[in-house]
Protein backbone atom coordinates (compact mmCIF):
# COMPACT_ATOMS: atom_id res chain seq x y z
CA UNK A 1 0.00 0.00 0.00
CA UNK A 2 1.17 3.69 -1.26
CA UNK A 3 2.24 5.20 1.98
CA UNK A 4 0.01 8.40 2.18
CA UNK A 5 0.26 11.76 4.08
CA UNK A 6 -2.17 10.55 6.75
CA UNK A 7 -0.34 6.84 6.58
CA UNK A 8 2.84 8.75 8.11
CA UNK A 9 2.04 9.49 11.38
CA UNK A 10 0.66 5.90 12.12
CA UNK A 11 3.59 4.05 10.65
CA UNK A 12 6.02 6.55 12.64
CA UNK A 13 4.44 5.34 15.39
CA UNK A 14 4.65 1.66 15.14
CA UNK A 15 8.43 2.32 14.18
CA UNK A 16 8.89 4.51 17.41
CA UNK A 17 9.73 0.96 19.41
CA UNK A 18 7.81 2.85 22.42
CA UNK A 19 5.71 0.70 24.66
CA UNK A 20 2.60 1.97 23.04
CA UNK A 21 2.50 3.48 19.40
CA UNK A 22 -0.63 5.28 20.08
CA UNK A 23 1.25 6.95 22.71
CA UNK A 24 4.03 7.99 20.18
CA UNK A 25 1.63 9.26 17.64
CA UNK A 26 -0.90 11.35 20.73
CA UNK A 27 2.56 12.79 22.06
CA UNK A 28 3.38 14.26 18.72
CA UNK A 29 -0.20 15.37 17.77
CA UNK A 30 0.05 17.20 21.34
CA UNK A 31 3.40 18.46 21.17
CA UNK A 32 2.44 20.02 17.43
CA UNK A 33 -0.66 21.65 18.98
CA UNK A 34 1.01 23.50 21.90
CA UNK A 35 3.68 24.72 19.33
CA UNK A 36 0.70 25.66 16.71
CA UNK A 37 -1.00 27.68 19.39
CA UNK A 38 2.17 29.56 20.88
CA UNK A 39 4.88 28.55 18.46
CA UNK A 40 6.92 30.48 16.24
CA UNK A 41 3.91 30.92 13.67
CA UNK A 42 2.11 32.74 16.33
CA UNK A 43 -1.16 31.57 15.29
CA UNK A 44 -1.94 32.90 18.76
CA UNK A 45 -2.21 36.68 16.56
CA UNK A 46 -4.41 35.43 14.55
CA UNK A 47 -8.25 36.23 15.25
CA UNK A 48 -10.24 32.92 14.10
CA UNK A 49 -7.46 31.00 16.54
CA UNK A 50 -8.02 33.56 19.23
CA UNK A 51 -11.96 32.66 18.88
CA UNK A 52 -11.73 29.49 19.09
CA UNK A 53 -9.10 28.84 22.17
CA UNK A 54 -11.28 31.85 23.55
CA UNK A 55 -14.35 29.77 23.40
CA UNK A 56 -13.22 26.38 24.47
CA UNK A 57 -10.00 26.92 26.92
CA UNK A 58 -7.74 24.64 28.09
CA UNK A 59 -7.97 21.65 30.75
CA UNK A 60 -5.09 22.27 33.66
CA UNK A 61 -2.77 19.75 32.25
CA UNK A 62 -2.46 22.41 29.02
CA UNK A 63 -2.68 25.19 30.53
CA UNK A 64 0.51 23.95 32.55
CA UNK A 65 1.87 23.21 28.91
CA UNK A 66 1.22 26.18 27.52
CA UNK A 67 3.47 27.82 30.83
CA UNK A 68 6.03 25.24 29.87
CA UNK A 69 6.36 26.21 26.24
CA UNK A 70 8.39 29.34 27.37
CA UNK A 71 6.21 31.77 25.09
CA UNK A 72 4.44 33.50 28.09
CA UNK A 73 3.66 36.77 25.92
CA UNK A 74 1.81 34.37 23.44
CA UNK A 75 0.21 32.42 25.95
CA UNK A 76 -0.45 35.44 28.00
CA UNK A 77 -2.74 37.01 24.54
CA UNK A 78 -4.45 33.72 24.19
CA UNK A 79 -5.34 33.35 27.87
CA UNK A 80 -6.53 37.49 27.52
CA UNK A 81 -9.21 36.66 24.79
CA UNK A 82 -10.26 33.81 27.09
CA UNK A 83 -10.76 35.44 30.29
CA UNK A 84 -12.78 38.43 28.26
CA UNK A 85 -15.09 36.28 26.87
CA UNK A 86 -15.42 34.48 30.37
CA UNK A 87 -15.41 38.04 32.52
CA UNK A 88 -18.47 38.70 30.45
CA UNK A 89 -20.15 36.40 30.94
CA UNK A 90 -19.68 36.20 34.40
CA UNK A 91 -20.91 39.68 34.38
CA UNK A 92 -24.39 39.02 32.81
CA UNK A 93 -24.47 36.13 35.68
CA UNK A 94 -23.95 38.15 38.36
CA UNK A 95 -26.13 40.53 37.02
CA UNK A 96 -29.34 38.16 36.69
CA UNK A 97 -28.02 35.69 39.95
CA UNK A 98 -30.77 34.91 42.71
CA UNK A 99 -29.99 34.11 45.72
CA UNK A 100 -31.26 30.64 45.50
CA UNK A 101 -33.26 28.90 48.22
CA UNK A 102 -32.01 26.33 51.11
CA UNK A 103 -32.49 23.16 50.25
CA UNK A 104 -34.61 21.17 53.13
CA UNK A 105 -35.54 18.02 53.44
CA UNK A 106 -39.54 19.05 53.21
CA UNK A 107 -38.92 21.84 50.79
CA UNK A 108 -40.11 21.18 47.34
CA UNK A 109 -37.63 21.16 44.57
CA UNK A 110 -38.84 23.89 42.31
CA UNK A 111 -37.47 22.61 38.69
CA UNK A 112 -35.92 25.30 37.21
CA UNK A 113 -35.05 25.85 33.43
CA UNK A 114 -31.76 26.70 33.23
CA UNK A 115 -28.60 24.14 34.01
CA UNK A 116 -27.43 25.90 37.05
CA UNK A 117 -23.87 27.78 36.40
CA UNK A 118 -21.97 25.40 38.60
CA UNK A 119 -22.92 22.65 36.44
CA UNK A 120 -21.64 24.77 33.54
CA UNK A 121 -18.52 25.78 34.96
CA UNK A 122 -18.05 22.43 36.43
CA UNK A 123 -18.21 20.83 32.57
CA UNK A 124 -15.72 22.96 31.35
CA UNK A 125 -13.02 21.51 33.64
CA UNK A 126 -12.39 19.38 30.54
CA UNK A 127 -13.03 21.85 28.20
CA UNK A 128 -9.87 22.40 25.90
CA UNK A 129 -8.78 23.24 22.75
CA UNK A 130 -5.21 21.31 22.77
CA UNK A 131 -7.82 17.97 23.95
CA UNK A 132 -9.66 18.63 21.10
CA UNK A 133 -7.10 18.51 18.46
CA UNK A 134 -5.82 15.67 19.82
CA UNK A 135 -8.73 13.96 20.53
CA UNK A 136 -9.45 14.89 16.54
CA UNK A 137 -6.39 13.58 15.17
CA UNK A 138 -6.43 10.27 17.22
CA UNK A 139 -9.66 9.08 16.29
CA UNK A 140 -8.37 9.53 12.46
CA UNK A 141 -5.06 7.55 12.88
CA UNK A 142 -7.40 4.94 14.89
CA UNK A 143 -9.28 5.16 11.84
CA UNK A 144 -6.00 4.53 9.32
CA UNK A 145 -4.77 1.78 11.44
CA UNK A 146 -7.56 -0.28 10.71
CA UNK A 147 -7.47 0.46 7.10
CA UNK A 148 -3.53 -0.47 7.33
CA UNK A 149 -4.08 -3.90 8.81
CA UNK A 150 -5.41 -4.81 5.36
CA UNK A 151 -1.87 -4.72 4.57
CA UNK A 152 0.60 -7.68 5.38
CA UNK A 153 3.47 -5.35 5.31
CA UNK A 154 1.99 -3.12 8.00
CA UNK A 155 0.60 -5.94 10.00
CA UNK A 156 4.23 -7.36 10.52
CA UNK A 157 5.18 -4.24 11.59
CA UNK A 158 1.94 -4.35 14.34
CA UNK A 159 3.49 -8.00 14.94
CA UNK A 160 6.65 -6.50 16.25
CA UNK A 161 5.57 -3.84 18.88
CA UNK A 162 5.88 -3.62 22.53
CA UNK A 163 2.19 -3.84 22.79
CA UNK A 164 -0.25 -0.64 24.09
CA UNK A 165 -0.74 0.64 26.65
CA UNK A 166 -4.06 -0.13 29.04
CA UNK A 167 -5.68 3.65 27.82
CA UNK A 168 -5.08 3.12 24.23
CA UNK A 169 -5.71 -0.52 23.79
CA UNK A 170 -8.74 0.15 25.87
CA UNK A 171 -9.65 2.50 22.85
CA UNK A 172 -8.10 0.14 20.26
CA UNK A 173 -10.75 -2.44 21.08
CA UNK A 174 -13.51 -0.25 21.07
CA UNK A 175 -12.57 1.62 17.67
CA UNK A 176 -12.42 -2.09 16.16
CA UNK A 177 -16.44 -2.06 16.37
CA UNK A 178 -16.74 0.68 13.78
CA UNK A 179 -13.52 0.31 11.96
CA UNK A 180 -12.16 -3.32 11.93
CA UNK A 181 -12.09 -4.77 8.52
CA UNK A 182 -13.98 -8.51 8.79
CA UNK A 183 -11.02 -10.36 7.05
CA UNK A 184 -8.79 -9.07 9.57
CA UNK A 185 -11.08 -9.93 12.49
CA UNK A 186 -9.60 -13.22 14.06
CA UNK A 187 -5.78 -12.30 13.63
CA UNK A 188 -6.48 -8.60 15.38
CA UNK A 189 -8.00 -9.92 18.14
CA UNK A 190 -5.51 -12.51 18.65
CA UNK A 191 -2.90 -10.26 17.72
CA UNK A 192 -3.59 -7.56 20.00
CA UNK A 193 -4.46 -9.76 22.86
CA UNK A 194 -1.04 -11.44 22.51
CA UNK A 195 0.96 -8.40 22.37
CA UNK A 196 -1.01 -7.03 25.51
CA UNK A 197 -0.07 -10.06 27.54
CA UNK A 198 3.18 -10.69 26.54
CA UNK A 199 4.51 -6.87 26.87
CA UNK A 200 2.64 -6.68 29.80
CA UNK A 201 4.86 -9.19 31.54
CA UNK A 202 7.80 -8.17 30.13
CA UNK A 203 7.54 -4.48 31.67
CA UNK A 204 5.81 -6.57 35.12
CA UNK A 205 9.39 -8.17 34.87
CA UNK A 206 11.13 -5.12 34.50
CA UNK A 207 9.70 -3.36 37.67
CA UNK A 208 10.10 -6.91 39.71
CA UNK A 209 13.61 -6.75 39.11
CA UNK A 210 13.82 -3.00 39.45
CA UNK A 211 12.81 -3.83 43.23
CA UNK A 212 14.60 -6.56 43.45
CA UNK A 213 18.00 -4.62 42.49
CA UNK A 214 17.22 -2.54 45.67
CA UNK A 215 18.11 -5.73 48.12
CA UNK A 216 22.15 -5.10 48.75
CA UNK A 217 22.41 -9.44 47.42
CA UNK A 218 21.19 -8.03 43.89
CA UNK A 219 23.71 -4.74 44.19
CA UNK A 220 26.25 -6.33 41.77
CA UNK A 221 23.87 -7.87 39.56
CA UNK A 222 23.80 -5.94 35.77
CA UNK A 223 20.60 -3.64 35.57
CA UNK A 224 19.03 -4.91 32.93
CA UNK A 225 16.36 -3.32 31.45
CA UNK A 226 14.85 -1.97 34.60
CA UNK A 227 16.72 1.00 35.29
CA UNK A 228 13.48 2.73 33.37
CA UNK A 229 10.86 -0.11 34.95
CA UNK A 230 8.93 2.33 36.93
CA UNK A 231 7.79 5.17 33.96
CA UNK A 232 7.43 2.62 31.49
CA UNK A 233 5.29 0.68 33.67
CA UNK A 234 3.57 3.89 34.32
CA UNK A 235 3.15 4.66 30.53
CA UNK A 236 1.61 0.81 30.17
CA UNK A 237 -1.22 1.72 33.01
CA UNK A 238 -2.28 5.12 31.37
CA UNK A 239 -0.88 6.21 29.28
CA UNK A 240 1.38 8.49 30.11
CA UNK A 241 5.18 9.13 30.33
CA UNK A 242 6.14 10.68 33.53
CA UNK A 243 10.12 11.04 32.73
CA UNK A 244 9.49 13.86 29.80
CA UNK A 245 10.87 16.64 30.27
CA UNK A 246 8.41 19.39 29.61
CA UNK A 247 8.31 20.63 26.29
CA UNK A 248 9.25 23.82 25.61
CA UNK A 249 10.50 26.18 22.40
CA UNK A 250 13.22 25.75 21.29
ZN1 LIG B 1 -0.74 4.46 24.80
ZN1 LIG C 1 -6.28 19.59 27.50
Redesign the pocket.
Known amino acids: MKEQLHTIPVNEGFEAEDECPFCAMERDVEHRTIRYVVGPSATYMEPHVRAATGRVG??????K?LYDYGNHLGAAMILQTHMTSLLDELKQKAEKMEIPEKKGLFRKNIPTQDTPYWEILAARK?S?????D?EYNMSRHYHTFFVRIKDKEFRDKVEGCKGFCMRHFARLLQEAENYLPDSQRHWFYTTAYRLMCENMERVKGDLDWLIAKYDYRNAGAPWGNSQDALPRSMQKLQGIYPGDPPYKEK
Do not use: A, D, T
Not at 58 to 63: A, E
Open positions: FCGHHLSHCYICEI
